[in-house]
């Protein structure tokens, strides 16, 4: 694996807990996971998971009650770290009292970079975020498709190499959300690990390289995409020419045959995989392409957090 | 962290300023007073508006201010003023205008248009955005303390500096000691902005911040009076009782709640902020405000505050020779009327009941008994046949320290006994004014008597800012350790 960004090693949160208040609230529970250089990575949970809790601990907004977490290699809440971080929190309340050119100018500065930098920075931001024409007026005149896009930007200001966006698409129009995925896109070309806590299951599928799916502070699944979204063991034939007949050819071999304009689909085994592909060649059918049917990542999502017990 | 992030924070701390509406609110009407001040032109006699339309003070004042008669000015048309009148005047503007406008206003107002600063960088969503830059919490936080202060700096310029420079423009005025009130009332400011950032962090709530902050304010200033009383009271029961060896009470201990409200009084006093202090200190680097008084002597802190009605006074005559002497010149008998005030060494003239008894032999006439502010003395009345013309004459006998004073009138009996004249004259002796015997009557004045940055502990100007700035580091470092301590 590249260079680990993010380390996160059996860390455990408990809220309101102590000699008064009795037990507490356990929103982490020995989480742990490790993020590459580069990579996009996906937090999936429902509400209550305690992915914003994860993110706050590393952003040391939050305090951990045990375990180990580091960014860069140094204790989360360390300033050289966090230096190195952007954040884009779910719900945020930006300075009122700023404009967005005034925003983005103070939050360049707070991140250390000087004036000269962000004079060349800020509007290539805004462009980018479509943000350009509105960045002189003050943040409280944004509607909130408008006060995401500037959140984004103030979230990259300094070119960091994490980028941790909690809800980045929430209130955004489809317009937006594809500009977002653009956004995402070209950070992980130029090498930065980008951090997506999300509820929008279709997004995460499009953009991330890998998910982790919480719920109740532990993790329940970990992986790629593609790991995490199981073959169903039904398969689409694309055929060259379709001929009529096909569900006597093949039809008895699984089950649920369904025909298509182009060829079929059908529930089999791999068995039944390989005699199906034999007949259809003795049939001097020509195959064009075999896909296996994956459950996408919300029904995966479904299918896994239904199986946690209340 | 850098300068960049540094010169970042303090450039939030100002949009956040000049964003706030009360601030604007506050420096518009702060620009009212500058604005006149550069408007209008006083000047020794006369008053001048937007250097066109000029008014004699005395024309405002139709009572006849300072003629000492309290009825219509003799000759309104010649009145001068008695110098330092102006001064006076502006001087008594310029510390209304700071002392109780800026001061006590600006402060509440102040107070309760930034309180909201930390609680708002604390509500949920601010403060993620925030606290995830790589500035340290105690950073932020002092950056909200900073920008409350920029507040108050940049209005105090304004309005002190602003009005300063328009009184030396348009009335040639200039008091370096009023600059000086802009840091005073930046350190007023300081005390009560630390406590409600804390409160803020605390509660999280801007309501509460104002609200505690507001309740504060007097209840400090409420401790330090008791304080100040209690020490006032006792002071006096002590300089009574040196002065009465005769009457020293058999020591008796003092009862326990006394004790324990003292106690708790003076500890108070000595760890609370002393905010009243800040009003102190700048009112000592002022100019003296002088009171427009006829005569002042300051080793006695004697004051005659009017001449006596319709008279004008000698101008060779001696207060420690033969007398201050006024004349007047009366239509009937003789032509004049004359009242001198003397005052003499105990040492050459005798004790003050030695010369009431040689007085009473020579007159052949008992005193009353009277009193010139507050001071026991002895009044003698009788009438003179001077050369067929009968002269009204009275003596007043008291004491100051170590020096006999005696004041005589001396005028026409017929004259001197109009209803008119007795009024003036009772209201000329009245005029005479000893700071002592004020001083004693007003427990309050002991306090700021003894303030000053040379005086004991308890009264020391130092002491009172080393302590006051303490309890601001104290207040601010408990904010930052909660502060440190939250999770979002």
Request: aromatic share 10%.
């Amino acid at each position: 694996m590249a260079e680990t960004i993010v380390s996160v090693r059996d860390v455990t949160k408990v809220y309101g807990g102590g000699l008064l208040r009795g037990g507490g609230f356990r929103a982490l529970d020995g989480i742990s996971i490790e993020v590459g250089r580069g990579q996009v990575f996906g937090l999936l949970g429902p509400n209550g998971a305690g992915k914003t809790t994860l993110v706050k601990i590393l952003l040391g907004l939050a305090r951990r009650t045990s375990g180990d977490a580091q960014l860069f290699g140094r204790p989360v809440g360390d300033a050289q770290a966090r230096m190195r971080v952007g954040y884009l929190p779910e719900g945020h309340r930006l300075p009122q009292y700023l404009t967005g050119i005034q925003m983005l100018e103070l939050f360049g500065m707070m991140c250390g970079r000087d004036r000269e930098y962000l004079r060349k920075r800020i509007p290539e931001l805004l462009e980018q975020v479509g943000m350009k024409d509105a960045a002189a007026r003050k943040i409280r005149e944004y509607s909130k498709g408008m006060t995401q896009r500037i959140g984004l930007a103030q979230a990259m200001i300094h070119e960091p190499d994490l980028v941790i966006l909690d809800e980045p698409t929430d209130g955004v129009d489809p317009v937006g959300r594809a500009a977002v995925r653009q956004i995402v896109q070209n950070l992980k070309e130029r090498g930065t690990t980008v951090f997506i806590n999300s509820h929008l299951l279709q997004e995460v599928e499009l953009i991330c390289d890998r998910v982790v799916i919480m719920a109740k502070g532990k993790i329940l699944r970990e992986g790629s995409i593609a790991e995490l979204t199981p073959r169903t063991g039904r398969y689409r034939f694309e055929l060259e020419p379709a001929p009529p007949l096909l569900a006597s050819l093949v039809g008895e071999l699984g089950s649920n045959f369904e025909a298509l304009p182009n060829g079929f689909e059908l529930q089999l085994s791999d068995a039944e995989l390989d005699q199906c592909v034999d007949r259809l060649r003795n049939a001097r059918i020509s195959i064009r392409g075999i896909t296996a049917r994956r459950l996408n990542l919300e029904q995966a999502f479904i299918q896994l957090v239904r199986k946690e017990p209340a | 962290m850098n300068r960049f992030t540094l010169k970042g924070l303090f450039l939030d701390a100002l949009y956040q300023v000049l964003d706030n509406l009360g601030f604007r609110i506050l420096l518009i009407l702060f620009l009212v007073p500058v604005a006149m001040s550069f408007l209008v032109s006083f000047g020794e006699q006369e008053v001048s508006f937007l250097w066109a339309w000029d008014l004699r003070y005395v024309d405002l004042i139709p009572d006849g201010f300072g003629s000492g008669s309290g009825g219509a000015m003799p000759n309104p048309g010649e009145y001068q003023l008695p110098p330092g009148f102006r001064d006076s005047l502006l001087q008594t503007i310029a510390t209304t205008l700071i002392d109780q406008v800026a001061d006590k206003f600006g402060l509440v107002f102040g107070i309760a248009a930034i309180s909201f600063y930390v609680p708002q960088m604390l509500e949920r969503g601010a403060a993620d955005v925030v606290f995830s830059k790589p500035v340290s919490r105690m950073a932020l936080f002092l950056s909200r303390y900073v920008a409350g202060l920029i507040f108050v700096g940049v209005l105090a310029l304004v309005l002190v500096g602003g009005t300063s420079l328009g009184l030396a423009v348009s009335s040639q005025y200039f008091d370096p000691g009023l600059l000086w009130s802009i840091v005073t009332l930046v350190y007023g400011f300081a005390i009560f902005h630390a406590i409600s950032c804390t409160i803020g962090v605390f509660t999280r709530n801007s309501i509460a911040s104002i609200l505690l902050t507001l309740v504060f304010m007097p209840v400090n200033c409420g401790l330090h009076k008791g304080w100040e009383s209690i020490v006032a009271s006792e002071r006096q029961e002590a300089d009574y009782y040196a002065r009465h060896p005769d009457k020293t009470p058999a020591i008796e201990e003092d009862s326990a709640a006394y004790a324990t409200l003292r106690t708790g009084l003076t500890v108070y006093h000595v760890l609370a902020p002393k905010s009243r202090d800040a009003t102190r200190i700048a009112q000592g680097w002022r100019k003296g405000f002088e009171p427009i008084a006829e005569f002042r002597d300051e080793d006695l802190g004697l004051e005659v505050l009017e001449p006596p009605a319709g008279f004008r006074r000698e101008p060779r005559s001696s207060f420690e020779g033969d007398g201050l002497e006024w004349l007047a010149a009366v239509p009937e008998g003789s032509g004049e009327a004359r009242w001198t005030l003397r005052s003499q060494d105990m040492e050459v003239i005798g004790t003050r009941s030695s010369l009431v008894k040689k007085l009473r032999k020579e007159l052949s006439v008992d005193p009353v008994r009277s009193d010139i502010s507050g001071r026991y003395t002895d009044r003698f009345e009788w009438v003179e046949d001077r050369g067929g013309e009968k002269r009204l004459r009275r003596r007043w006998v008291f004491q100051i320290n170590s020096r006999i004073l005696t004041l005589d009138y001396d005028a026409e009996a017929t004259w001197a006994r109009t209803p008119e004249q007795e009024t003036a004259a009772q209201k000329f002796v009245a005029s005479i004014q000893i700071e002592d015997a004020l001083a004693q009557q007003m427990s309050q004045a002991d306090y700021d008597s003894f303030f000053g940055w040379t005086a004991p502990w308890q009264f020391n100007a130092w002491f009172s800012v080393g302590t006051t700035i303490a309890f601001i580091v104290a207040v601010l470092a408990l904010g930052i350790a909660k502060l440190k301590r939250i999770d979002f």
